[in-house]
């Protein structure tokens, strides 16, 4: 089993900048992609952006050029930066991580954008 422990999100203003971070503990060996997805009330859950273990980044259209995940394997750590936020980007955020075919979740952090 994989736990997943996020942190850092909150309430900002259109235009601000939060970042979270997420820590993994328990059965790491093996985890290969890791990711933050989101889930807006009313909307399906949906990628904002993940990174391998290799460090190849994909990243949802929305969030381009705004939002830059990152990864610490040694610390088994991957973080959000996100700047630039717009209300849209109001959702809950979810780390995410895959390992060996089974994905495992936190538990969630809600970010607000206020306009």
């Known amino acids: 089993q994989v736990q997943l422990a996020e942190s850092g999100g909150g309430l900002v203003q259109a235009g601000g900048s939060l970042r979270l971070s997420c820590a993994a503990s328990?059965?790491?060996?093996?985890?290969?992609?890791m990711g933050w997805y989101r889930q807006a009330p009313g909307n399906q859950r949906e990628l904002v952006a993940l990174?391998?273990?290799?460090?190849?980044?994909n990243y949802a259209d929305s969030v381009k050029g705004r939002f830059t995940i990152s990864r610490d394997n040694a610390k088994n750590t991957v973080d959000l930066q996100m700047n630039s936020l717009k209300p849209e980007d109001t959702a809950v955020y979810y780390c995410?991580?895959?390992?060996?075919?089974?994905?495992?979740w936190g538990q969630g952090t809600q970010v607000t954008v206020s306009s």
């Open positions: 995410n991580a895959a390992k060996l075919g089974s994905y495992y």
């Open positions: 328990g059965s790491i060996f093996s985890i290969n992609a």
């Open positions: 990174i391998t273990r290799i460090g190849n980044t």
